[in-house]
């Protein structure tokens, strides 16, 4: 048996901000789940609530998991994810981007939503790339960053869905300063 994680091979991005190092990984099970357990915890991520810790595991093996860490002394401290469930091939669903309190506003989110770009660039045959949020700044944010456009939204809804095509993922990517 094949699985996706054996054809899409782990991905791993550095960088340091203000003197400290920073790290986005995919690869298979960096993520603690206690960590992802306690971010679906956090009122910030209102779209969810803390699973079990076997269905966090199979939430985080079945998508494409990333993990934002601090390291230090070479220690991994986790601080932030996001997840792209996805085929691999034709879609990519985007959701769960949290960072930590306070690692916010150093432009981390940005990063890790363009390390996101990158991963949805190389699907090869993408369809479509999709999302649902909650509010204006944010749909601002993907638009700009990944080519998102509002797909509609529900009467009953507090949270919208956009979406982008490969070839407009490929553009948010060009404009890029
Ligand atoms: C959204 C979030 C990941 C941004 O992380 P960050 O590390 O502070 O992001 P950055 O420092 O890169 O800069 C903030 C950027 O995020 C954008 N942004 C996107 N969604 C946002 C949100 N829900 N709230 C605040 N800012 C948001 C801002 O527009 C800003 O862009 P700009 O400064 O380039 O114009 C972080 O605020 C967070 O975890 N929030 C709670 C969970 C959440 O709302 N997730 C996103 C749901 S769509």
């Known amino acids: 048996l094949v ?18 190092m920073f790290l986005i990984s995919t690869a298979k099970r960096i993520l603690p789940v206690e960590f992802v357990q306690e971010v679906f915890d956090n009122p910030a991520v ?13 939430l985080l093996d079945n998508s494409c998991s990333l993990g ?6 070479g220690t991994k401290f986790p601080i932030g994810m996001a997840r792209i469930v996805t085929d691999y091939v034709t879609l990519a669903y ?17 990063w890790l939503i363009r390390c ?9 045959d993408l369809r479509w790339s999709l999302l649902m949020t909650g509010n204006e700044q944010a749909q601002r944010f993907y638009r700009r960053e990944l ?7 529900h009467a009953n809804e507090t949270v ?9 993922i490929a553009s948010a990517s060009a404009a890029e300063s």
């Open 3 to 20: 699985t996706s994680f054996d054809k899409m091979d782990a991905k791993e991005w550095q960088r340091t901000v203000n003197g400290e």
């Open 46 to 58: 209102f779209w969810t609530k803390r699973s079990s810790a076997a269905d966090t595991e199979t």
């Open 68 to 73: 934002l860490f601090k390291v230090q002394n």
């Open 94 to 110: 985007l959701t769960d981007v949290f960072v930590l309190d306070e690692f916010r506003t150093l432009g981390l989110g940005k």
């Open 116 to 124: 996101c770009r990158d991963i949805m660039n190389d699907i090869p």
């Open 147 to 153: 080519g998102m456009e509002l797909l509609g939204s």
């Open 160 to 168: 919208a869905a956009m979406g982008a095509r490969k070839a407009h």
